[in-house]
């Protein structure tokens, strides 16, 4: 879903090495039930290999309060279920809940001559307040 996303904001983590972590930040639509909703969709996250495990990603709460001056609901993301545990331990904290058997449609652009159009996926899916 990224795919040539040009993300409103970057949220860049630097120390002495150079970049440390990184996520950006889309305002999209999405549907949930009938209704079109605002929300902002999280992704592009990453962080050092050397970096891992130091608890460097629960830096993600900086963007609560850009999401609020945005005025979404909330902030989302999918990512594939091998990363369950590594988000759960943030939902420890009140940072962000994992929701999984939710089934995500999203489209590709017509790049992929090779892939339909529209594709359903079984992710998990990130919600942050």
């Not at 860049?12 to 969709?41: C, N, Q």
């Not at 939902?91 to 529209?118: D, K």
Request: with cysteine.
């Amino acid at each position: 879903s990224w795919v040539g996303a040009r993300p409103e904001l970057r949220a860049i983590g630097y120390d002495s090495k150079g970049i440390a972590a990184h996520l950006g930040l889309l305002r999209r639509f999405i549907k949930v039930g009938a209704v079109d909703l605002l929300v902002a969709e999280l992704g592009l996250y990453g962080v050092r290999s050397d970096l891992e495990g130091l608890g460097i990603a629960r830096s993600i709460h900086v963007m609560s309060p850009v999401l609020h001056e945005l005025g979404v609901p909330f902030g989302f993301g999918t990512v594939r279920h091998a990363l369950r545990n590594h988000l759960e331990r943030f939902g420890r904290h009140g940072l962000m809940t994992v929701v999984s058997g939710v089934c995500v449609r999203s489209t590709h652009p017509q790049v992929h001559l090779h892939l339909s159009a529209t594709r359903v996926e079984d992710v998990l899916v990130v919600v942050m307040p």
